[in-house]
């Protein structure tokens, strides 16, 4: 059985605007992650990330630096339980 990990995770700064969401997704999919992604009323955009722990690792530095365009000025990371998703949602 492989490892499963999930990571639910708030990026603020400049990133509703700059196909953010759209990146992550793609990016995701590659990397066979599960979840969703969406804009946040606030102006950050909020992610769960469930999947190998590589995989979601990647998408969490992507996450750092966001697409061209984008200003990441703070990450925040939260562990949680996986709950078995499947697919990735942009919300």
Do not use: Y
Not at 17 to 24: I, K
Not at 27 to 50: C, K, M, P, T, Y
Request: net charge neutral.
């Amino acid at each position: 059985m492989r490892h499963v990990i999930r990571r639910r995770v708030v990026v603020n700064g400049h990133v509703q605007g700059v196909f953010f969401r759209d990146s992550a997704r793609r990016l995701a999919q590659q990397h066979g992650v599960a979840g969703w992604i969406s804009n946040r009323w606030d102006g950050a955009v909020e992610a769960v990330f469930e999947g190998d722990p590589d995989a979601v690792e990647r998408l969490l530095s992507f996450c750092r630096k966001g697409p061209r365009g984008a200003e990441v000025d703070s990450v925040e990371v939260t562990e949680q339980d996986p709950e078995g998703l499947s697919g990735f949602n942009v919300r």
